[in-house]
């Protein structure tokens, strides 16, 4: 088995032993003043081309790590140096759930975050309440367009913020807001819509950074 200490340096590439094989992950750390919590930041759609190092997701990593939280980015099975085959979101959960399990186990004492972009906020709603996550932010939920099943996602019994670009032609803002809606929670998520933004927020990634950093302030937990 392949469990490696947590990593103290700024930016360290490790294989962590997943369900289906290694997978590649990088980990963070926070700016200082770090606070005692640990995100994982999951990728859009494998096949169409999503990995961990789409711009979103850097980006979306970086706006976390500015506000003290270390970040864990990896590859889903079969993609990038991750081992495996995609396996339709089922197998992508495991990936996800095995990355926690080594965080909880390096990191036992910090808070869990999720945060995912397109698919790859899909994968972490599924995962968020048995995960205990402390907080969760979803940037361009796929509610509608794709063969994803939001019908059975549990809203997360944290906080949530949901960010949607206005114009986004692959995600249908619509959908998005009026699933939220359906959902008809006591405490409905922070949702942030950005006008004239598209799916992978060209030209509005320092937008998208502040809009992380503003919807998070408020449950950042204290400094370490």
């Known amino acids: 088995m392949t469990r490696p200490a947590f990593p103290t340096d700024a930016t360290a590439t490790l294989m962590l ?40 997701v850097t980006m979306a990593a970086r706006a976390l790590r500015e506000s003290g939280i270390t ?15 995609f396996d339709q979101g089922r197998g992508e959960a495991d990936d996800l759930r095995a990355v926690a399990a080594w965080v909880r186990e ?45 019908s059975t996602i549990v809203p997360p019994q944290c906080p949530w913020l949901v960010i949607q670009g206005e114009e986004d032609e692959i995600v249908d803002p619509q959908a998005v807001y009026a699933w939220i809606d359906s959902l008809k929670l006591a405490q409905p998520p922070e949702l942030v ?24 302030k408020p449950y950042l937990p204290e400094i370490a």
């Open 106 to 150: 390096q990191r036992p004492g910090a808070r869990l975050w999720l945060a995912g972009f397109s698919f790859g906020s899909y994968i972490t709603l599924r995962c968020a309440n048995e995960l205990h996550a402390a907080m969760v932010v979803s940037i361009a939920p796929p509610a509608a367009g794709r063969s994803w099943d939001f």
């Open 193 to 216: 819509k950005m006008p004239e933004t598209s799916h992978f927020f060209h030209r509005r990634l320092m937008d998208l950074r502040g809009a992380i950093k503003n919807g998070i």
């Open 17 to 56: 032993d997943g369900p289906a094989g290694a997978l590649e992950t990088i980990v963070e750390a926070a700016e200082a003043p770090a606070r005692d919590a640990v995100a994982i930041v999951c990728h859009p759609l494998p096949t169409d081309g999503g990995t961990m190092h789409n711009k979103v």
């Open 71 to 85: 970040t864990v980015r990896f590859n889903f099975r079969g993609t990038g140096a991750s081992e495996g085959t």
